[in-house]
């Protein structure tokens, strides 16, 4: 079955603490996507992983393709990044692009 | 450029009323794409995909259902809305693993 599991599904940590976020997924993929989805519910690309790692900004996005798994990082947060993160994996053969239920991330002054 | 238009952006309807959610790509061609729903407070369920015209699969029994007339163009369809239809519902599409993403219809049966 093609599931994306994600943890936590809740953090809150002061500004300038560095964030973790993980995403596991059940079988193989072709590619994952980290997106972010701001209140109004509008979804922005932030990432996208077939391998590696890939570096933006203060946000970090790796992937274990043995392990099933990927983490998103955010260095010295802050309050503007409160937004709920979302990793979508597109699975081979079938070409699902399934969503993992995300974590809202809120980040205190 | 790639781009992928979704509307409407807000809706409101009837119990027992139908809707017609469409969803068109540019830019691209022979593209997989998606729909998904959104309850508050939840994450984005995938309802449907296609990878070709008039290829659709559904991924969770319904009230709703989804057809591809065309390469571009995905629509969703329901004959009679419940109150448990109401949501946020995003249309995506993939090509060569990169994906795109509507702006979203955030839809409210009364």
């Known amino acids: 079955k093609n599931e994306v599991e994600q943890s936590p599904q809740n953090l809150t940590a002061q500004e300038g603490e560095f964030i973790t976020i993980n995403c596991s997924y059940s079988v193989g993929i072709s590619a994952l996507h980290w997106l972010q989805q701001h209140p109004g519910g509008g979804i922005v690309s932030l990432f996208m992983?077939?391998?590696g790692k890939k570096k933006h900004g203060r946000l970090i996005a790796t992937i274990n393709i043995q392990e099933k798994h990927s983490s998103l990082h955010i260095t010295a947060s802050h309050p503007r990044d409160s937004a709920v993160y979302i990793c979508?994996?597109?699975?081979?053969?079938?070409?699902?692009?399934?969503f993992g239920q995300g974590t809202r991330l809120t980040i205190n002054p | 450029s790639q781009t992928i238009h979704q509307w409407p952006a807000t809706l409101v309807q009837p119990v027992g009323s139908p809707l017609s959610l469409e969803c068109t790509v540019e830019?691209?061609?022979?593209?997989?794409l998606y729909w998904y729903r959104q309850a508050a407070g939840r994450g984005l369920q995938l309802l449907f995909y296609s990878v070709g015209i008039g290829q659709i699969s559904s991924e969770v029994p319904q009230n709703l259902s989804a057809s591809r007339p065309q390469d571009r163009q995905f629509i969703l369809s329901s004959k009679k809305l419940l109150l448990s239809d109401s949501g946020f519902y995003l249309c995506?599409?993939?090509?060569?693993?990169?994906?795109?993403f509507g702006q979203g219809t955030r839809l409210t049966v009364v």
């Open positions: 830019g691209t061609s022979n593209p997989n």
């Open positions: 979508a994996a597109l699975f081979q053969g079938a070409q699902k692009l399934v």
């Open positions: 995506a599409y993939e090509r060569n693993t990169e994906a795109f």
């Open positions: 992983l077939s391998s």
